[in-house]
């Protein structure tokens, strides 16, 4: 899947306009506050993702809150032929966001799984050595799109989770919410490793902790909310769960920025195999701090994907010339 277009209109610091795409590499270069990253969280709401801030700041500062923003992209299969009919996607965006796909309304779960996405952003290099809760927030958009109920069961569970700890807090027994929360957070932790299981590269290897042998994680956790029951009244809050999942990732070479671009295009390779959809790849700010061989290497990396791309950068460079990349200058407005 690709997209063919977008178009914007009262979004962030685009007043009107549309552009149209390669269906390859697409370099969005510009100088800061050009609207490059507005460009790609365009493209997350346009695929399900949502916006990457908050709704009331996506609307074009210039204009009248009364005025709605929109957003529209047509996409299609890649090739170009009289059979290739496009599909229309459609955001307007008020105090909340709503999603048309060839007019008629569609869920954020459902436009999701009609053309699957992965985004890369300057943090995303924290799933080598950030914070647990990063890692755990990339296994949980990958699960999204394999396992299509997974969203809505992650949202059941934190609302049980919530729930528990309102108990805690309260004084009160939270054993009314053992077998929901055991059953909910173990499915999302066996859906987590199911998909890790699935994910392999010669230059890594992954691996989830907490470790759990000869047993499904509903029962894990069963056995762990015993055990730490105690120290969770003391704690008011679970000491176990489907929110304390983390990955360890071994790594045998290289640089940082580098390695995650491989662990991302593993994911897009599992998707594409899952879902029988080539997915597309968003990079945000892809190549800062990369020395031109690794720029080169990305590059080709991505080339070689044979996907639709979209990379942005501050400034042009001649590695794109060897690799079949359009590029795409946007301007400060006035």
């Not at 008020?94 to 779960?109: A, P, Y």
């Not at 050595?129 to 997974?150: E, Q, T």
Request: net charge positive.
């Amino acid at each position: 899947m690709i997209f063919e277009n977008l178009s914007a209109i009262n979004f962030r610091n685009f007043d009107s306009r549309k552009f149209s795409w390669s269906t390859n590499l697409n370099l969005i270069i510009g100088k800061n506050a050009s609207g490059k990253t507005n460009l790609l969280e365009a493209f997350s709401i346009l695929s399900g993702w949502g916006a990457f801030g908050k709704i009331r700041d996506l609307q074009n500062w210039n204009h009248s809150m009364n005025q709605n923003t929109l957003l529209n992209a047509n996409i299609g299969q890649g090739v170009r032929s009289a059979q290739n009919l496009s599909s229309n996607i459609q955001a307007k965006i008020s105090s909340q966001i709503s999603l048309r796909f060839n007019e008629k309304r569609i869920s954020s779960t459902e436009l999701r799984l009609e053309i699957p996405t992965i985004f890369f952003s300057p943090t995303s290099v924290n799933l080598i050595d950030g914070a647990p809760s990063i890692r755990r927030s990339f296994l949980n958009k990958l699960c999204a799109l394999i396992f299509p109920a997974f969203a809505k069961r992650l949202s059941e569970f934190r609302f049980i989770t919530r729930n528990r700890i309102d108990l805690l807090r309260k004084n009160l027994p939270a054993s009314a919410t053992d077998i929901p929360f055991c059953k909910l957070g173990g499915w999302i932790m066996d859906a987590r490793r199911r998909v890790l299981t699935q994910i392999s590269h010669k230059d890594f290897t992954l691996k989830l902790f907490p470790e759990i042998p000869d047993s499904s994680s509903a029962e894990f956790l069963f056995r762990e909310i015993q055990r730490t029951s105690q120290r969770e009244r003391y704690a008011l809050h679970p000491i176990v769960g489907a929110n304390y999942d983390d990955l360890a990732i071994a790594l045998s070479r290289g640089q940082k920025r580098k390695l995650t671009l491989e662990l991302i295009i593993s994911a897009a390779e599992l998707i594409a195999k899952t879902l029988g959809k080539n997915p597309v790849l968003f990079f945000d700010d892809l190549f800062a701090e990369l020395d031109p061989e690794n720029r080169a290497f990305s590059f080709k990396k991505l080339a070689q994907t044979n996907w639709q791309c979209f990379v942005t950068s501050p400034e042009n460079f001649s590695a794109h010339e060897k690799y079949n990349c359009e590029i795409f200058k946007l301007e400060i407005d006035p």
